[in-house]
């Protein structure tokens, strides 16, 4: 079989393969990201190449359902061989899809295989790579790609017993609120319990949140993270939360919407004190396919793109956090549509920048919007660059696929004379690496 996927891939001249090669092997900072942390702990293998890649994909799970794929070969009772062989069969039609390209990148970088994954080539890969994966495990999937520094993602009550130095890698906590915010009372009350006291006003709820904070902090944890749809509009005052939150069962959508926005803006303070960066990730619906939510449960691929954060709902929220109130703040938007007034956003108030093309626009041509849309309203050369957001191990491929769009985007200014070569190879490296790692003090 011949081979593709050169080393030129998305490369599109000299400058930028120059460019590239100055970057394509720093470490890896994975800042956010949904790997299983007891994994890496006990240094996890694999049966095969159907668990690596499809026990928990939602990404290859979403494709193979628009293929038409039944469900038994995504999250049914098909053993993960016939799940590949399946997969394998749908990867022909993703012309252009991101999916494409981290197949073979994983194919070629972590197994040696140069050659089209398709329903023929399907039983010679799958032998093929389970030869190779006799000898792979989740640490030396770490030290392939040099990965110096995992982000989990963490819910408050975790007990977080597997964090800590593995090998070369550090893998640290992320401080995920979002079910304390829903304020279920059988959440309430599993929290209260960590914690030692009852959960019953909004006073607790904060006094909670900021002890187990400085728990995370001491097992290494240096971001917070938040997923919501769309920015508080109303915000309670301290009297008017307990009010609401003592009748939270009847409240009106804008009684809710206030009490979240209490919380939220004191969360935030929270993190400013103790010195906490925080992710936002917004304009997102989650599991709008009740029935298959019902079978599959969360995370399974049927959450969409929400509406656009509204630039007046992002600016009320922001003003009512002063410069020494806010913490750093890094903002995600599922819908790029926001990009431009987002990336404004960040030069009317410090300690905000853009993030990452954020899940379904982590695409190759999301990712050079992104990075064109930052360049031009922001300041590209702070930016934080790649992250997986990912729950599997080989998808540090992704980093390879950014750090080509990086490279071609600067190496275009500067073939057509429009920026300094020099700065162009300092700015990567800074977006790659270098500002992240210096960010999070590592």
């Given at each position: 079989m011949r081979k593709f996927f050169g080393k030129k891939l998305l490369l599109g001249g000299d400058c930028a393969e120059e460019i590239y090669g100055e970057i394509k092997d720093l470490p890896i900072i994975d800042y956010h990201c949904h790997l299983d942390?007891?994994?890496?702990?006990?240094?996890?293998?694999?049966?095969?190449?159907?668990?690596?890649?499809?026990?928990?994909?939602?990404?290859?799970?979403?494709?193979m359902r628009l293929c038409g794929v039944d469900e038994k070969y995504i999250t049914g009772e098909a053993d993960f061989k016939e799940k590949f062989q399946k997969y394998a069969e749908i990867v022909p039609l993703l012309a252009g899809n991101p999916l494409y390209y981290w197949t073979h990148m994983e194919l070629s970088q972590v197994f040696g295989i140069d050659c089209p994954l398709n329903g023929k080539s399907a039983a010679e890969v799958y032998a093929a790579a389970n030869e190779k994966l006799k000898k792979i495990s989740v640490g030396t999937?770490?030290?392939?790609?040099?990965?110096?520094?995992?982000?989990?993602?963490?819910?408050?009550?975790d007990d977080l017993s597997y964090h800590g130095k593995y090998a070369n890698t550090q893998v640290s906590p992320t401080f995920r609120p979002d079910k304390l915010l829903s304020l279920d009372d059988d959440y309430l009350e599993k929290l209260g319990k960590v914690v030692g006291y009852p959960l019953d006003s909004v006073k607790a709820i904060l006094r909670a949140a900021e002890e187990r904070l400085i728990y995370f902090k001491e097992h290494g944890c240096k971001i917070s993270d938040h997923g919501f749809c769309r920015f508080p509009t109303h915000f309670a005052a301290?009297?008017?939360?307990?009010?609401?939150?003592?009748?939270?069962?009847?409240?009106?959508?804008?009684?809710?919407?206030?009490?979240?926005?209490?919380?939220?803006?004191?969360?935030?303070?929270?993190?400013?004190?103790?010195?906490?960066?925080?992710?936002l990730h917004f304009s997102v619906t989650r599991n709008v396919n009740a029935q298959m939510f019902k079978k599959v449960g969360v995370d399974a691929g049927f959450d969409v793109i929400a509406s656009a954060a509204k630039p007046e709902e992002m600016i009320a929220f922001f003003s009512r956090l002063s410069d020494e109130e806010r913490p750093e703040t890094i903002l995600y938007t599922l819908n790029d549509s926001d990009l431009a007034s987002m990336c404004c956003l960040t030069g009317a108030y410090r300690k905000l920048r853009a993030g990452a093309a954020w899940w379904f626009n982590?695409?190759?041509?999301?990712?050079?919007?992104?990075?064109?849309?930052?360049?031009?309203?922001?300041?590209?050369?702070?930016?934080?660059?790649?992250?997986?957001?990912?729950?599997?191990?080989?998808?540090?491929?992704?980093?390879?696929?950014?750090?080509?769009i990086l490279a071609d985007h600067l190496g275009e200014l500067v073939e057509k004379g429009e920026y300094d070569f020099d700065a162009a190879k300092e700015v990567a490296k800074k977006v790659s690496y270098y500002n992240i790692k210096g960010a999070l003090q590592l």
């Open positions: 942390q007891k994994k890496i702990a006990e240094n996890a293998t694999f049966s095969d190449i159907g668990e690596l890649w499809l026990a928990g994909d939602h990404y290859k799970w979403r494709a999937l770490l030290s392939q790609y040099k990965v110096e520094y995992v982000a989990t993602t963490d819910d408050p009550a301290a009297s008017e939360a307990e009010l609401f939150f003592g009748k939270r069962k009847s409240l009106s959508a804008a009684q809710k919407d206030a009490l979240f926005g209490y919380l939220l803006v004191e969360l935030m303070k929270i993190y400013a004190k103790h010195s906490v960066m925080v992710q982590d695409t190759v041509e999301g990712i050079r919007k992104n990075l064109k849309i930052i360049s031009e309203y922001s300041v590209l050369g702070t930016n934080f660059g790649m992250l997986t957001d990912s729950r599997s191990f080989s998808s540090y491929a992704r980093f390879d696929f950014f750090r080509r």
